[in-house]
């Protein structure tokens, strides 16, 4: 039941909406709490069709009284970033570009990568938009610097030092023999090659790496090379501009659904990164002004805050989001609409960058849109209650019995997720018991899942017959999970379901989308258990063969794996191909031949 909104003080704060089952669907922030929230309830007259279908889903109200419009704003974005609510304003996809953070404010700084900058007193470098690059500087940096990484806390009790120490690439001040201010020495000299001064720096890298030419030691050139290309490839990703303050440069383009914003990063005059986001945009009727207001309030809550702001429009409540900027920041912080210059061609060229980013959404939508009907053809013949998004595919290999592997396969959308797929070396299942193997490999996958509380598929889908279903539901009842379960035979490619009664199939066409994206998942299943299988069963092979020859080290043994590929290719060959491979004369390869036909 509504409360008596007659009751609520006539004072700034934030105002929770609950549907029946107490989950909060929208959060709003006031000036007169009991002013704005009556407004919903008047004539529905001039409300957008989003405020009319909030309004008809709410069933209580909350709030919470602030002392200033202020104070409410960061409330709002706060509970907003929190809870979600559907029908706010919500940012998605945030991808943040790596920052290298240096503590030196601590007695022993750390330097290491770092997605958020914060307001903590730390130095940052950054953003940088290849995370590749940073990870070799950093490991430049370890080498030369030789600065700790690691999180360990530094007590005054002495402790062992780590592998980094010992291989020379940590002065390990956890050892309390380190003098602190000849520590700080190696971080302000690391610093100073953060800040760009790295002229000096290539230099004697370029001459150590001729020395080690020189002297033959082309490893250990080849090792300098690629962190000089690393130092400039770091370079690179800076593009100069005009002007010297630091700023942030904020464009958006919208479709129906979400709006796509641009962020440009500007830091002593230079372009150092950007970042695409998306807004849910919850109502086409939403300005985008209002929007993008929304966009700063939750963006900046865990950002750094540049003296300025460049935006496309003016936006509500500007003045407040300025004095809310201020407070975060400690420093006056300017939103401006740049009309003429080059501040505008900077914003100009967000805008079209927001727009590309929008068009490549657009045509992965137009790439999935056929996955997307079949998985919504697979709900209805599956009678599932929601759209199988996520099906997770899974198959047995192994040669009578032996060197038994389970695969995994993901498709999200309809699409395989490479990124996702795992395999299993069976555990306790010996023989041929491919029923137990299935029953195995799933109660692993998920006890897992469970326990590390991560996705769970929408529908899992068992290569084979009732008894793979079957042994594969059976354990993910021990496991206290429903999740629809299926099998694909083979055979005639019936549909195995545990969901309308054993022994049970469902049929269906074809030519049926729906069934054409099964095939495939089994079939994925299929292709990556056997080249697991295959994987596994060659290193045990070779193992056995190469690794018991008299005069096979590992440099020899990898030669030998790269040039025939597999240990069958081996066994074919001939003494004289056998000596094509590098290092192999006529007597080792001899011994080959030998030891194999034993």
Not at 76 to 86: F, G, M, T
Request: with cysteine; charged share 25%.
């Amino acid at each position: 039941m509504i409360p008596d909104i007659s009751q609520f003080p006539d004072s700034p704060g934030v105002y929770l909406m609950k549907d029946t089952s107490e989950n909060i669907i929208y959060i709003g922030k006031a000036r007169s709490l009991r002013q704005r929230v009556s407004q919903y309830f008047q004539s529905s007259k001039y409300h957008s069709p989003k405020t009319r279908v909030l309004v008809r889903n709410i069933a209580d109200i909350e709030y919470i009284a602030t002392d200033s419009e202020v104070e409410a704003l960061i409330l709002e974005a706060n509970l907003i970033k929190r809870n979600q609510p559907r029908y706010n304003i919500n940012l998605k996809d945030d991808k943040r570009y790596p920052y290298v953070k240096v503590t030196v404010n601590a007695p022993y700084p750390r330097i290491y990568l770092a997605r958020r900058r914060q307001m903590d007193n730390a130095l940052y470098f950054g953003p940088y938009t290849s995370v590749k690059p940073v990870r070799k500087t950093l490991d430049i940096i370890a080498q030369i610097f030789k600065l700790r990484r690691c999180r360990k806390k530094i007590t005054k009790q002495r402790q062992r030092p780590c592998l980094n120490y010992h291989i020379d690439r940590c002065l390990a001040p956890c050892t309390g023999t380190v003098d602190p201010d000849k520590y700080r020495e190696h971080v302000m000299a690391a610093v100073s090659f953060l800040q760009g001064n790295t002229s000096n720096l290539i230099g004697q890298m370029e001459q150590m790496m001729q020395e080690y030419a020189d002297s033959q030691q082309f490893e250990a050139a080849a090792m300098v090379r690629d962190q000089i290309a690393a130092l400039e490839d770091l370079g690179k990703q800076q593009t100069s501009t005009h002007g010297t303050d630091d700023r942030d440069v904020i464009a958006s383009a919208s479709d129906e659904e979400n709006v796509y914003v641009q962020l440009f990063y500007i830091r002593d005059g230079t372009i150092v990164g950007r970042a695409d986001l998306t807004l849910t945009r919850g109502d086409r009727q939403t300005d985008i002004p209002e929007v993008i207001a929304e966009f700063i309030k939750q963006y900046y809550l865990d950002a750094p805050v540049p003296p300025e702001i460049l935006v496309e429009y003016p936006l509500p409540e500007q003045e407040l989001i300025a004095q809310w900027l201020k407070q975060r920041s400690g420093r006056r912080v300017q939103l401006r609409v740049p009309l003429r210059g080059d501040s505008r061609k900077m914003l100009e060229m967000a805008a079209k960058n927001a727009g590309m980013a929008m068009e490549q959404v657009h045509l992965k939508r137009q790439r999935q849109e056929p996955s997307l009907q079949s998985l919504s053809q697979l709900k209805d013949a599956l009678s599932l209650s929601s759209i199988p998004y996520r099906i997770e595919g899974f198959d047995i290999s192994n040669i009578s019995g032996s060197d038994a592997v389970g695969s995994m396969v993901v498709f999200d959308n309809g699409i395989p997720s490479n990124t996702n797929y795992r395999h299993f070396n069976i555990r306790t299942v010996t023989g041929i018991d491919d029923p137990a193997m299935m029953g195995e490999v799933v109660e692993r996958r998920y006890n897992r899942l469970k326990n590390e509380g991560g996705r769970l598929p929408d529908l899992i889908m068992i290569d084979e017959g009732p008894t793979q279903v079957g042994a594969a539901h059976t354990r993910l009842e021990k496991l206290g999970l429903e999740i629809p379960l299926i099998g694909l035979a083979k055979r005639f490619e019936h549909i195995i379901t545990t969901r309308i009664g054993p022994g049970q199939v469902i049929i269906l066409p074809h030519t049926s989308p729906a069934l054409k994206l099964l095939m495939q998942v089994r079939d994925e299943a299929h292709r990556f258990a056997v080249s697991s299988h295959r994987q596994r069963r060659n290193a045990k092979l070779t193992h056995s063969v190469l690794d018991d020859v008299a005069g096979i080290g590992p440099e020899k043994k990898r030669l030998l794996q790269e040039h025939f590929r597999s240990i069958e290719r081996l066994k074919e060959a001939s003494l004289e191909e056998i000596m094509q491979v590098r290092g192999i004369g006529k007597e080792l390869a001899s011994k080959i031949i030998e030891h194999i036909k034993k």
